[in-house]
């Protein structure tokens, strides 16, 4: 039904736009052990990456379906002074090569856009992996960072990105992975939280519903 599944899509935007108008404290930061502290409900995952993503910085996009994601990239691109944008991922290309110019140098790029292996809800991190085309090297060398990722991908924790990556590969795990929490940043130089020193100064996640079912 068409119109029950708008609903609940509105739904979710609205969960979200209220969870980023009125944040509220991480949770209780235990480590990642075989129990999990935060057991958000499946529908609310969404919403728990949206809130914990945005307050480490990153931009986040929700998106109802491809065509909503390239209409929203293409009113960040017009308002963005960017020109050089670099994607090699094979399912980039095919998404975007008939939309936006890809640019093959990469140390000459404003924007890298990649996609991802999995993404944490409960700590807003992005995770990447050696499997992937040039994940690791676009993610870190470029400016900009745009992860185009889909609500699939959603897991409550590392502890589940790990399983999923153990059971997605099976014996070819991925000779490294990559967890990017918002942009670049250190506390290192004169005590000082500097961000985009040693990679993005901007990371912007689109999430695309792949889940009719929400």
């Not at 986040?60 to 020109?83: E, G, H």
């Not at 040039?134 to 590392?158: E, F, M, W």
């Amino acid at each position: 039904d068409t119109m029950a599944t708008s609903k609940a899509k509105e739904n979710i935007l609205k969960k979200i736009r209220q969870a980023l108008s009125h944040p509220v404290p991480l949770p209780f930061p235990q480590s990642e052990g075989t129990q999990s502290v935060f057991h958000p409900p499946a529908d609310d995952s969404t919403v728990v990456f949206a809130e914990t993503f945005t307050r480490l910085q990153g931009k986040f996009a929700y998106c109802t379906d491809v065509a909503d994601m390239k209409m929203q990239l293409s009113l960040l691109f017009r308002n963005r002074p960017w020109s050089k944008y670099y994607f090699t991922d094979p399912e980039i290309v095919r998404l975007l090569e008939d939309s936006f110019p890809g640019y093959t140098d990469l140390p000459s790029c404003d924007v890298a856009i990649t996609t991802c292996e999995y993404l944490s809800a409960r700590t807003g991190t992005i995770v990447l992996s050696a499997a992937q085309h040039k994940g690791r090297t676009s993610s870190i060398y470029a400016p900009v960072h745009i992860c185009i990722a889909y609500t699939s991908q959603l897991r409550n924790d590392i502890r589940e990105v790990f399983v999923s990556i153990k059971e997605k590969h099976g014996n070819n795990f991925p000779s490294m992975v990559t967890f990017a929490t918002g942009p670049s940043r250190t506390a290192d130089i004169e005590k000082t939280l500097v961000t985009g020193v040693h990679g993005p100064k901007e990371v912007y996640c689109f999430l695309v519903d792949d889940q009719t079912s929400l």
